[in-house]
């Protein structure tokens, strides 16, 4: 069984820095990626990064030139580094890992606990 769960969520001044972490079990690599999602309260939840098995990332416009997503396979986490911190940045960050299945066409995803940021203005 999957599982996934994130720490490193908490409270911070606005410009402030957080790393979150996503610890798996079972190896990473077996997942075509591994990616952030946030949810504001009362949207849906949506991707902030993501990262491929070959190591290509991408990262949404709204956290661009501030956020980064790393990974660590040996072991088996993968982490969010933010910096400067905006209020507009406070959700519940979700860590997920997500398979393909090329051909069957089948997807499946796993999701974290969530755990909150906070960000003081």
Request: proline content about 2%.
């Amino acid at each position: 069984q999957v599982q996934l769960v994130e720490s490193g969520g908490g409270l911070v001044q606005a410009g402030g820095s957080l790393r979150l972490s996503c610890a798996a079990s079972g190896s990473i690599s077996s997942f075509n990626t591994m990616g952030w999602y946030r949810q504001f309260p009362g949207k849906q939840r949506e991707l902030v990064a993501r990262v491929g098995r070959g190591g290509t990332t991408y990262i949404a416009d709204s956290v661009k030139g501030r956020f980064t997503i790393s990974r660590d396979n040996a072991k088996n986490t993968v982490y969010l580094q933010m910096n400067s911190l905006k209020p507009e940045d406070t959700a519940l960050y979700y860590c997920n890992a997500h398979r393909q299945m090329t051909l069957t066409g089948l997807e499946y995803d796993y999701w974290g606990q969530g755990t909150q940021v906070t960000v003081s203005s």
